[in-house]
């Protein structure tokens, strides 16, 4: 797997917020497969290498052994979504 990330990004043109900083931090894994799993959380969130396999983990688990599942479809499974929405709220 190959992984990237660690390095903030300020998108441009700057958008002003209230804080007047909008810089963000990209995590982004993508497996031998193709699948590429993208996390963008607050710059000084530390290394998400692991969070990402384990996010990649629930994918295979809900999404990639359901038989019903069509690859390359969008993921309707009730199951992952509320699965990763409980992991992610974990690690905030």
């Known amino acids: 797997m ?3 990330g660690g390095s903030e990004i300020n998108p441009s043109p700057q ?3 209230a ?9 982004f894994m993508e497996t031998p497969s193709g699948i590429k799993i993208v996390l963008v959380t607050h710059p000084k969130t530390g290394d998400l290498r692991e969070s990402l396999k384990y996010i990649y983990g629930l994918y295979v688990e809900y999404v990639v052994k359901n038989p019903i599942y069509n690859p390359g479809s969008p993921i309707k499974s009730e199951l ?3 699965a990763l929405d409980q992991y992610v709220r974990s690690i905030s």
């Open 2 to 4: 190959q992984f990237f």
């Open 15 to 17: 958008v002003p917020t």
């Open 19 to 27: 804080s007047g900083n909008n810089a963000y931090k990209l995590s």
């Open 80 to 82: 992952f979504n509320t």
